[in-house]
């Protein structure tokens, strides 16, 4: 079955939906999305969207507070649009009814770790659910716009996939779409267009301990690799220091505001040990937090540390953060008296498809935004609260790009989807064991402290997985875990080939073997072809 649209939008977080609506004005948009439209990293998302709107603050301060933390591999063109477009996309979010926490006639300004000054506009601790909500509102009674739910893609359409076609005469690689696994119906569509948006989102379930849903496999990433996209930065893991202790899959986040608002790190003892590791204490970059938790965490032989909001304000604490306050209190918890145990949980990708500040990747024709791209805005380690300024500030600039884009024909020899020779399998646990066996592996040998031994062992055992997934995924019909299995096994690989790459250790990536940094060889990023 074909489906033909101007614009084809993968994902329907907040990059999917701000460039679904700005392209909606010039032509027919199809969102497909694997699960209900809300479901994204978006929906969760608690402290806030970082940028410039304080009587005191300046754009030069974000740059600043963006390069360092970034271990200045940020591209300083990149971060200097982002910060100064920043402004103007908030208020195009106000205008379309996201309603951001007022502090008098004000928005209130949180603060968070690596930011020198209070810039995290925020809707209490619920940020994500608000804006996804207000995007929805227009999204879904906009007359050019169709969303596809639970329909997972399986990859992009490029000349490879041409009837006839023998790609080694092409010497640049072109997108027209994408095939996606319809999940209730149980059939491959084939979804055509000139221009194709990947908003896939991040990868957090290559780890075994996340904060992200189970949305977060990296599929974007993978896709856009097996097309033959440039990618990069794949080492750069960000580790979010709080979540809670034994909450569960995905682990339920305690914002950095948290920590903004003056909550303190404490071991098991009672003492507090941040001003150890750093002298911003609580308030130092994310990555240098978790690091700093983990070594109390194997210093000590503890299975958590603690925050402390006891000494604050109970009232304000219950305003600021509601949502933190009543899970926490589901799990005993009362976030004003008791300490909240935590512990790090994989985050954010910093790395991910190259692109321009228009967010076009190296294939013609597809574009990236949000999580699932590397415009080089985070560098090393992404600065809380800089992702969704990212994701509304590049969908703005990809929607002016593509605009005159729809009248890019599209081959006419494009296949459905053969499935021929495949089966129904019934080997299942296959599927879920290889999955789990990654998600364990790269924690415990690709997590927060890395060195060559480690890199090395994980990367034969991938090698091992990959190499059952092929075969399994040439013998049987398509299924969502078995398309997520297969782009979790190509991600968790991209990220060991570039961690190995890197001989140096600088933001989110420290090893033991190159414990220090490295800017004559290593100030640039790694790429993977
Ligand atoms: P997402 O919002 O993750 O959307 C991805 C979409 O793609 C989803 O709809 C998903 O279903 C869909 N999808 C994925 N693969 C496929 C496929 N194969 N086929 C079809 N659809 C697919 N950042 C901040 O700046 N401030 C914060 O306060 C903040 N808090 C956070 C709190 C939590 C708990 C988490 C997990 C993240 C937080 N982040 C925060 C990071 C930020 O939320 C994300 O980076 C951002 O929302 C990513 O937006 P996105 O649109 O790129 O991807
Ligand atoms: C948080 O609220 O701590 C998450 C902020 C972010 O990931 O930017």
């Given at each position: 079955?074909k ?25 027919t ?18 402290g ?18 963006t ?19 920043g402004p ?53 009674s ?17 000349e ?41 989102g ?26 033959g ?30 920590r ?41 032989g ?7 909001l ?12 509601p ?18 145990p935590?512990?790090?949980?994989a ?15 190296t294939?013609?024709g597809?574009y ?5 791209a ?6 090393a ?23 005159h ?16 020779g ?10 879920s ?19 060559n ?25 398509v ?19 570039s961690a190995?790459?890197r001989?140096?250790?600088?933001g989110?990536?420290f ?6 940094i ?12």
């Open positions: 079955m489906i033909q649209t101007d614009f084809l939008v993968i994902g329907s977080g907040i990059a999917g939906l701000s460039y679904a609506l700005k392209v909606a004005e010039f032509g948009v199809a969102i497909v999305t694997k699960k209900e439209t809300a479901e994204s990293n978006t929906n969760y998302a608690q806030g969207i970082a940028t410039v709107f304080g009587s005191g603050d300046k754009f030069e301060f974000h740059i600043d507070d390069m360092k933390a970034g271990g200045f591999l940020c591209h300083r063109n990149v971060v200097e649009m982002v910060v100064k477009e103007d996309r908030i208020k195009e979010l106000i205008a379309i009814g996201v309603q951001f926490t007022q502090n008098g006639k004000e928005l209130d300004l949180g603060r968070e770790g690596g930011h020198s000054h209070h810039r995290i506009i925020h809707a209490a601790d619920l940020t994500g659910k608000e804006i996804e909500r207000a995007l929805l509102a227009r999204i879904t906009h007359p050019n716009i169709k969303i596809y739910e639970n329909h997972i893609t399986i990859d992009l359409i490029t490879h996939h041409l009837i006839g076609s023998d790609k080694r005469s092409h010497d640049s690689i072109h997108c027209w779409g994408a095939y996606a696994l319809d999940i209730n119906g149980n059939h491959v569509k084939t979804f055509l267009a000139s221009t194709t948006m990947l908003a896939t991040g990868a957090g379930h290559v780890y075994l301990h996340t904060t992200n849903p189970m949305i977060a496999t990296g599929d974007g990433v993978a896709m856009a690799y097996r097309a996209a440039k990618i990069a930065n794949m080492e750069f893991i960000q580790f979010h220091p709080t979540t809670l202790y034994n909450s569960g899959s995905p682990s339920f986040l305690i914002s950095e505001a948290v903004g608002f003056g909550a303190i790190l404490l071991d098991k003892k009672g003492e507090q040990f941040m001003k150890k590791y750093d002298e911003r204490g609580e308030l130092a970059p994310r990555d240098i937090v978790a690091r700093s938790i983990d070594t109390e965490l194997k210093r000590s503890d299975e958590c540390v603690y925050l402390d006891s000494h604050l304000d109970p009232v304000k604490t219950k305003e600021h953060f949502n933190i306050y009543q899970r926490c209190l589901k799990h005993g918890i009362d976030i004003t008296k008791d300490r909240i935590v512990v790090p949980g985050h954010y990708s910093c790395g991910g498809v190259v692109t321009d500040t228009h967010g076009a990747t294939i013609s597809l990236a935004v949000g999580e699932v590397m415009t080089g805005l985070h560098g380690n992404r600065l809380a609260s800089n992702s969704l300024l990212e994701a509304v500030v590049y969908s703005h600039n990809a929607a002016n790009a593509v605009k884009r729809k009248s890019n024909a599209v081959p006419s020899n494009i296949p459905d989807w053969d499935e021929s495949t089966i129904n399998s019934e080997e299942w646990v296959l599927v064991h290889n999955r789990k066996e990654i998600q364990q592996l790269m924690w415990d040998y690709v997590g927060i402290v890395r060195s031994h480690r890199l090395v062992r994980a990367q034969r055992r991938i090698a091992l997985i990959q190499d059952e997934v092929r075969d399994f995924y040439t013998r049987t019909k299924s969502e875990g078995l398309i997520e299995l297969r782009n979790v096994s190509c991600v968790a690989d991209l990220i060991i080939r190995l790459e001989k140096e250790s600088r989110l990536h090893t033991t073997d190159y414990p220090d490295d800017d004559n060889n290593w100030l640039k990023d790694t790429i993977i072809n």
